[in-house]
């Protein structure tokens, strides 16, 4: 499983970044995918990482205002997110899945991913 962590509340306009800590995969192309789902929402898909390069895609609601990175040596991949509106609030997960998971538009649904932990939860007051 993959364990998120770095959730809190804050106030429009204001930043937070969340870590996914992970094991070391036996396999070289994977992506890592944060997702969240807000109250009463279906889940969505916010970010992607592909292993192989190291590109990033998101999502059209968040593009411009998060960002994901990666540190291998740490194992953590993590997601910046900047000028928060409350409709951000939600709880955060992480999850794995291959390569082709992660497209321009984002990592999806998430119907493609697995090894998904306990999230984090952002909440953010207007």
């Known amino acids: 499983q993959l364990q998120a962590s770095g959730g809190g509340l804050v106030q429009a306009g204001e930043s937070l970044r969340l870590s996914c800590t992970l094991s070391?995969?036996?396999?070289?192309?994977?992506?890592i995918g944060w997702f969240r789902q807000g109250p009463g929402k279906e889940r969505e898909g916010v970010s992607c990482?592909?292993?192989?390069?190291?590109?990033?895609h998101s999502a059209d609601s968040v593009k411009g205002r998060f960002t994901m990175s990666g540190d291998n040596a740490k194992n953590t991949v993590y997601l910046l997110m900047n000028s928060l509106k409350p409709e951000d609030t939600g709880v955060y997960f992480c999850?794995?899945?291959?390569?082709?998971?992660?497209?321009?538009?984002?990592?999806?649904?998430?119907?493609?991913?697995?090894?998904w932990g306990q999230g984090t939860q952002v909440t953010v007051s207007s």
């Open positions: 070391e995969f036996t396999f070289d192309d994977y992506a």
């Open positions: 999850a794995v899945g291959g390569g082709y998971s992660c497209t321009a538009g984002g990592p999806g649904d998430g119907q493609l991913y697995g090894g």
């Open positions: 990482i592909k292993s192989g390069d190291g590109s990033t």
